[in-house]
């Protein structure tokens, strides 16, 4: 049975397919259910179709107001990374 997980980005549109890229995903399905959205920094493979991947289904949120994409993608997740994603500023301090 797939692991579901979600993500979020600033636009669905704009991931690359079939690209490694790292992300930061949330569990959504653990075994265990305390760890249940347990955040993780990975790189992965994403695949609009989820059928594609034959791995694990990503569902991603908008960062704005987190509301949910309509369709699932597929996700390979290659490996975790050791830290948290960071994102720059766009402050100008």
């Known amino acids: 049975m797939p692991k579901e997980y979600d993500a979020w980005v600033d636009n669905p549109e704009a991931i690359p397919e079939g690209q490694e890229v790292d992300i930061t995903i949330r569990e959504l399905t653990p075994e265990d259910r305390r760890k249940k959205y ?6 992965a493979v994403i695949f609009r179709n989820p059928d594609r991947s034959k791995d694990d ?13 309509p ?14 994603q960071v994102k720059p500023t766009l402050s100008k301090t």
């Not at 289904?57 to 994409?69: A, E, F, T």
């Not at 699932?72 to 290659?78: D, Q």
């Open 38 to 43: 347990k955040s993780r920094y990975v790189r």
């Open 71 to 84: 369709e699932p993608f597929g996700i390979r997740i290659i490996k975790d990374r050791p830290t948290l």
């Open 57 to 69: 289904i990503l569902w991603l949120r908008y960062q704005r107001g987190s509301h949910l994409y």
